[in-house]
């Protein structure tokens, strides 16, 4: 049973391991809560307004000899994994990635997917067994009930059979990107969504201005209001996640990239970028790993230098509100409350308080 009061995501996650937390305030090396990884830029789908569609264009995909080397080194240690893309499940090792992970010592393994492969026997069965979560974005319902949407809707409700059938724990969720020209969608887009037996929904900004150097989020005025209107109209035990603080106006601050230590992204060419958001830009590589892979590329000088240059002044993508500069302000006040004497205790958040606690 989902606790339908944990959350999915709050800047606080990235301490909810005291720890960890604890050690990186103390200026230790610590290994990430979660590795993002894009197994492949290729995809089913070319949304309007992608940010990575130009970074599609060459097809990379990661081969298991890389994974290999890249789990053995991270899955003892870091908890969670994240595979997306592009559309992972479209990659025809997806079935080995997710069960190689599992071996080499990842213990959430979360799936982002826009749910075109879901239905196929292969993908489920390896869902079923490997995988914690999956959340499939849904498209194609800003005007009307597409046929691409409600047939995503049937895969889901055909994926809900399964598990409930075999008594899989894989929790399945759904999320929509929210800007104000759609909020007069997300109550019927939202019910039909949760009538397809997704045990969470989950709201996100959508982002624009990927092609300038300074993206940011589009006009979200009235979205959490409306969010609310469709709360109320939902029913009682319906999960609906909102990551609010992504939503806040207040200025994010940080000295350094610090949720770019708890949270590593990689994309499908193999290189560790500085967030999710920022994944194929050229100013946000922090080390090639197809040219060092060693344990203790994490501590690399190179990555290291890049992580520390970068600051709330200069990170070009502070715009978006994605988790690394989120996170990267909720460590800053963390940093000062421990440099005003305070002992660190009680830094780390309950994991009851959270769905995936290891996915951050």
Not at 22 to 34: C, N, R, S
Not at 130 to 147: A, G, K
Not at 178 to 192: D, K, P, W
Not at 291 to 311: A, C, M, S, T, V
Request: overall charge negative; glycine content about 8%.
């Amino acid at each position: 049973m989902i606790n339908g009061q944990a959350k999915i995501f709050a800047p606080s996650k990235v301490a909810h391991d005291p720890q960890r937390i604890k050690a990186y305030l103390d200026g230790e090396q610590i290994f990430p809560v979660t590795m993002e990884l894009d197994l492949t830029q290729l995809c089913t789908r070319s949304c309007p307004g992608c940010p990575y569609c130009s970074a599609r264009k060459p097809g990379l995909t990661l081969q298991l000899p890389f994974l290999d080397r890249l789990f053995s080194v991270l899955g003892p240690h870091t908890p969670g994994l994240v595979l997306t893309g592009g559309e992972p499940t479209i990659v025809p090792h997806f079935p080995e990635t997710v069960a190689l992970a599992r071996k080499k010592g990842f213990r959430e393994i979360a799936i982002i997917s826009n749910g075109g492969y879901i239905d196929h026997a292969d993908i489920q069965d390896a869902l079923l067994e490997y995988v914690t979560s999956i959340r499939v974005s849904l498209y194609d319902w800003q005007d009307e009930d597409s046929e691409y949407f409600i047939h995503t809707l049937k895969k889901l409700e055909g994926l809900r059979y399964r598990v409930e059938k075999e008594g899989s724990e894989l929790q399945i969720g759904a999320s929509m990107l929210t800007r104000t020209e759609r909020n007069h969608r997300y109550q019927t887009v939202g019910l039909r969504a949760l009538n397809s037996g997704i045990d969470w929904l989950y709201f996100h900004p959508y982002c624009i201005d990927w092609d300038r150097e300074r993206p940011t989020q589009a006009d979200q005025t009235g979205v959490l209001e409306t969010i609310e209107q469709f709360k109320e109209a939902s029913p009682q035990d319906a999960n609906i996640q909102v990551p609010y603080e992504r939503y806040s106006k207040k200025p994010l601050i940080f000295e350094k990239l610090h949720g770019s230590h708890f949270l590593i992204q990689v994309g499908a060419n193999g290189v560790n970028y500085a967030g999710p958001e920022c994944k194929y830009e050229d100013d946000a590589e922090l080390l090639d790993l197809n040219e060092y892979l060693e344990d203790d590329f994490l501590w690399h000088p190179q990555r290291l230098k890049r992580l520390g240059e970068i600051n709330s002044n200069n990170y070009r993508f502070i715009g978006t509100k994605h988790r690394p500069p989120v996170f990267s302000d909720y460590v800053q006040k963390l940093i000062s409350i421990y440099q005003d004497g305070k002992t660190g205790e009680g830094f780390g958040e309950s994991s009851d308080h959270f769905l995936d606690p290891s996915i951050i």
